[in-house]
């Protein structure tokens, strides 16, 4: 007999996922131990487990699953069959269907480049506290992305307007937005200028900015350079876009709680995770009481995630990251349905935030 542990390791199938398969009568345990619940499973049921990823990955219904595992043992395997091509063929009609959908945004995408404005002219120059910049820069880096099919979010957006340079970081499954103070040289009017600081960059200019007193940034065109002193680190930003981040940002509304950073530190490093298949990411699952207090939950604490509202999950390592980035001994923690983002604020500056997006449940 193999523990649910055991087949969740040798087939693909994370435990969580065994347990929902079971409670969806799809693929049923043994036996279970009647006193403390734990689930044990023939040999053979493991090429059941295997068979079940392997449709699970392809996107396969889950009333077309049961079928193919119920006809799997039959001496006629000609059901089987039939379903995969069935599914195979509402893959590739899919498929289809997203490329014609795609055709015509790339169409729009074509007359929107058109009618643009031409490349970047724009010249600033603006003094920044160099303790302001370097704790922006901290608290959006860890958001940055790696990418290379995203070069445009391989960087940090430098978002300058009026007395103000926002630092912003996005790799799609998160974002960090912080606030440095600045004041414009004779000559800028305060209008809204943004250019994208590649990575590297963006990390020299952190190294820069490790003293006291200001710093100058410089904006000509395409080439960017801070000078702090008789040091200076340059380079060219690349002509891409960043999204309006503005618009991401979330609305007011969710439950908020302050928490201890360094006991939810400690909680989420001690605590119960969700693994997913092999080379995903290990998940907490965040648990809102009626009061506010956030809780990381496991599989034994009530109603499954899958169901109830007051549970989210999330990326565990990012979590921990925005958290440092925070850079505080208390964070608000602000939650709101399972599917909108999380927003981790500081106490003492509302403007300054990490969001995370959650993650599905796969069942």
Known sequence: MRSIGELARDSGLGVSALRFYDRAGVLVPAWVDPVSGYRWYEPGQLDEARLLACLRRAGMPL??????????SGADTGLVRKLLAAHLRRLEQGL???????????????HRENVMTS???TSVRLSVAASELAAALDAVRFAASTDPELPMLGGVLFDIEGDGLHAVATDRYRMAVARAGAAGAAGYDGSRVQVVVPTPL???MRALSDGEGPVRLSLDGDRVTLEAGDRQVAGRCPDHGFPDYR???PRAGGRRTVVEVAAFRHALETGPVRSGEAGAPDLSVLGV???GAVTVCGDADGADVHEDPNRVAVNREFLLAALAAGARDRLVLEIGAPTAPIAIRRTDDEGALSLLMPVRLES
């Open 63 to 72: 009333a077309d699953i049961r079928l193919v595992l119920a006809g799997w």
């Open 96 to 110: 289809s269907d997203a490329r014609g959908e795609f055709s015509t945004v790339r169409a729009l995408l074509d």
């Open 119 to 121: 490349p970047r002219s």
């Open 202 to 204: 963006a990390d020299a």
């Open 247 to 249: 618009r991401l940002l």
């Open 289 to 291: 009481a009626d009061d």
